[in-house]
């Protein structure tokens, strides 16, 4: 969620710093600032808004100093002001925080009896604030860093700078992520590798509990029983990190467009010359009674759309839960179960608090990840790779559309390992489908002018069946989020029962309607909303729109496949109706607001 940065350089820090920060935006920020040390003081700058008004503060007002760290803040407690914007000082002491400080009141209400008294609306001023009080106590900065870490309950990421010491960071990770980067004489912190990747190709993970003493000649890493131990230093592809746009308008327009090229990566990478699907951990489907897959947002809507093939596809019970509720219910965990674990960034607070509920309980943990470093990928037994590169856009595109395929070949070798035989024509159908997705992003259609009576409505509806059902859900939110209109997805014969009092010529439904078995019951549904004035957008293949079209008020017309793979395909489009909506809309397409790219609080 936030984005924390730590320099140890040879160079003036605050200019690598605010790249750093740029590189970080991604995860979705609505203030900035830094702080350095120089000539053994140590001063900070801060400014509310994109980080464009750091740096044109920093203009005006420079911060000189080798040594620093840096923030972009997304708002939890209090309000996003200058006030409230990291790093928080407390006397000779700053710190950056990613996470949420649980006992942040009681501590507050502690330190004031020390006259130490809180000036902002945040947790993390209380994480300074502790620091310079035992900082006055024992005079030794990295006794009060771990003083403090002992006091701290809740989930976190931090690094903290000190008043007369250029040559040091101390930084702790419990719950939020946290990297070192390790340079020529020079040291970084960063919260993943795409903002050190710069910097630093040779990186190491703080794991769960870890702090670390950081100066130029290195890093002294210590695990959550206080034991100085290593952790292993890997070299990253500089590849994997670029977050340019490629000549685009929007990373998302980028990320959309990138998607058929590595959905085809992914298939080669899953499925062999002679159609064997060879999934890591050598997985086999036999051995397990049920699937548990446990996801948030996009993910799990991925997650309701592999049910139905589970189910239909290799007849395996499958249960989805929704990540932040599932641990809640302490729900009981067969010894035959896979759990599945979806996440993008791979850090997702409530998706990693459910695998370690289900840690020891279940007979294998598998996670479904974009980044195979990431805290889920390392704490799981089994790790698939989504192989999606780098996605900055807020909303989710490339990611879930090969979440969708790695899911739908792992339902494929569940059926042949159950011994099912598989529908004639799915593989070489799966193999073909990233031409097919070719043709729907050269061929638009009338995706724009669609879009534009979109950008009109208050309110769209979105409707589907079987296992475009969920893809209804995903377009609802792709549209939601970066358009900010209010829409949602139904089940297509739910319509009936309380959604069709929303329908009036004033609401756009867009209809998903695959020819597939379930086709006349879709275009039935689709009837009564007509029947009510409704202005009905149809997406359907060939056959469909020449049947039905002439009803609609919108059409769009995509290429027919195998009834199982409709799912991938129709994605497609409504994630193009949700970007020129947006763009339409002129709204802010890859950083919308209120939102983050890396959730990690609950």
Sequence with gaps: MCGIIGVLGDHEAAPILVEALKRLEYRGYDSAGIATVNGGKLDRRRAVGKLVNLSDLLVHEPLPGKAGIGHTRWATHGAPNVGNAHPHKAGPVAVVHNGIIENFREL??????????????????????LAQHYLSETGNPKAAAQAT???????????????????????????SPLAIGYGKGEMFVGSDAIALAPLTNRIAYLEEGDHAVITRAGAQVFDAEGNQTNRDIKVIEIGNTRVDKAGHKHFMAKEIAEQPALLADLIANYIGADNTITLPGDLNFADYDRVLMVACGTGYYACKTAK?????????????????????????????????????????ADTLAALRYTAGKAATIAAIVNVPESSIAREADV??????????????????????AILLMMAAKAAQDRGKILAEGLIDGLRALPGILNVVLDAPDNVQSISRGLAEARDVLFLGRGAVY?????????????????????????????????????VPVIVLAPRDRLFDKTVSNMQEVLARGGKVVLISDEAGINEFGADAWRTLTLPRVHPTLAPILYTIPVQLLAYHTAVAKGTDVDQPRNLAKSVTVE
């Design 108 to 129: 507050r209400d502690e330190l004031a009896t020390h006259g130490l008294k809180a000036e902002t609306e945040t947790d993390t001023e209380v994480v300074a604030l």
């Design 149 to 175: 870490l002992a006091r701290l309950e809740g989930a976190f990421a931090l690094c903290f700078l000190f008043d007369d010491q250029e040559d040091l960071l101390i930084c702790a990770r419990k719950g």
């Design 308 to 348: 139905n093939w589970f189910e239909t596809v290799a007849g395996m019970p499958v249960e989805v839960d929704v990540a932040s509720e599932y641990r809640y219910r302490e729900p009981p965990v067969g010894d035959r179960t896979l759990a599945l674990y979806l996440s993008q960034s791979g850090e997702t």
């Design 383 to 404: 790790v698939l790779p989504i192989r999606a590169g780098v996605e900055v856009s807020v909303a989710s595109t490339k990611a879930f559309t090969n979440q969708l």
């Design 470 to 506: 969920p893809i209804a859900l995903e377009g609802a939110l792709k549209l939601k989020e970066i358009s900010y209109i209010h829409a949602e997805g139904y089940a297509a014969g739910e319509l009936k029962h309380g959604p069709i009092a929303l329908v009036d010529k004033h």
